[in-house]
């Protein structure tokens, strides 16, 4: 008996210390999901009583714990930071969906990353109370990806920009040609040609189809960034995927084939173009006389030149000027720049001697042509 009295009071001893280590290992169990769920999502459920502070408060403890990733949220404007808790006050507390108003100003007042981390959290969290709470399945119109997309251009968020290209995605995205256009601008602006390929590679991962306006900026990106191997690439692409492109796209790349002396391609270019524009714009008829002044075919070229300035009208002559401009004190350097070292002196000389000939042609024919030859002559590349 005695032994069964010490029995129970040992028992009763370690009981409290059972429960101790249980409340651990159950207090390390919800630590561990926590920070799974922090993982798995960029947001934290709220609860009808949780304020929107506390979820706030309990947004930024989470992530800034246990994420062991790049950071999500930091330091929104207030602006932003006020619309995103009255957005998730609402689906999350009130149980409605908030007025579009809200996420349109959200959209409009976002000024740099942290905020567009906001916004992505507000569309996840409407995205999730529309198909839980509302039934719909259908993602938003695509006008607000674009806003979206333009937006992330516009505080430079380009990695959040890119999200806003995928088909499948938590945010209830729609991605549309029209998105990846604002990418593919900021790609032209600051000539980043990687970026222009890894925005078309989403483009083709997510069946969004090809457009001329498309073709139209990865041109100029290739031709700004002298990526003549990218260009030939996806000008296989375009024209595989039947897009017609518009006569800016053929002036670039005939443009950049001058530049570059391959006549062949050149010459491709002017067929393909042919089928489709019976007549030389401005820009392709001076690409089609740089091809003939390679060929060293002055009179050729300056037949081209002729032909395109008698259609062209008076009030838009000093376009024509511009022209024979670069044509003199710019082309020259710039197909010297992709010769050969053994080729570069023979095709110095060819245009130093047959660029006057074509200027004197257009003369003899009645043109009257406005170039300083002397330019030419005083061409360091020409020269050397």
């Known amino acids: 008996m005695q032994y069964l009295s010490n029995s129970r009071r040992i028992a009763r001893a370690l009981k409290p210390l059972a429960l101790l280590e249980a409340d651990v290992r159950f207090a390390s169990h919800v630590v561990d999901s926590t920070q799974w769920q922090n993982h798995r999502s960029t947001s934290v459920p709220v609860s009808p009583g949780m304020n929107t502070q506390s979820h ?27 619309l ?7 689906v999350n507390v009130k149980r409605s ?18 905020d567009i981390s906001f916004l992505f959290d507000a569309l996840q969290n409407l995205r999730r109370f ?5 039934r719909i399945h259908d993602n938003f119109n695509c006008n607000l990806c674009r806003q979206v997309a333009k937006t992330c251009v516009r505080v430079g968020a380009i ?17 549309s040609v029209a998105s990846a256009h604002h990418l593919l601008s900021y790609a032209l602006e600051h000539k980043n040609s990687n970026l222009m390929d890894e925005v078309m590679k989403l483009l083709k991962a997510n069946d969004l189809p090809l457009q001329p306006g498309t073709a139209d900026l990865v041109f100029r990106i290739c031709h700004e960034t002298d990526s003549w191997d990218l260009l030939a690439k996806y000008s296989k692409k375009f024209c595989k995927a039947g897009v017609k492109l518009r006569k800016t796209t053929f002036d670039v790349w005939m443009e950049f084939a001058a530049k570059r002396g391959d006549t062949e391609s050149l010459w491709k270019v002017d067929k393909l173009r042919s089928e489709t524009y019976t007549q030389h714009t401005l820009s392709a008829a001076f690409s089609c006389a740089k091809g003939f ?12 030149i002729q032909i395109i300035c008698q259609a062209y009208p008076d009030e838009k002559k000093s376009a024509l000027e511009a022209e024979f401009k670069k044509l003199v004190n710019e082309w020259p350097v710039d197909v010297l720049k992709h010769q050969n070292e053994e080729d570069k002196k023979a095709v110095a000389a060819s245009l130093k001697s047959d660029i006057p000939a074509m200027v004197n042609a257009l003369v003899n024919s009645g043109l009257r ?13 020409l020269l050397s």
């Open 369 to 381: 042509v406005s170039v300083d030859l002397d330019e030419l002559n005083k061409n360091e590349a």
């Open 159 to 175: 990695n959040h920009g890119k999200r806003a290209l995928w088909k499948h995605n938590v945010h209830g995205l729609t991605p």
């Open 56 to 82: 706030m408060t309990g947004l930024m403890m989470l992530r800034s714990s246990f994420s062991s990733e790049a950071k999500l949220v930091e330091d929104p404007t207030e602006a932003v930071k006020e």
């Open 97 to 114: 969906m908030p007025p579009n108003a809200l996420l349109w100003s959200l959209i409009e007042n976002c000024r740099k990353e942290d």
């Open 84 to 90: 995103h808790g009255k957005i998730l006050d609402s």
């Open 293 to 304: 002044l390679l060929e060293h075919k002055p009179e050729e070229a300056a037949a081209v």
């Open 130 to 134: 529309r198909l839980s709470n509302l």
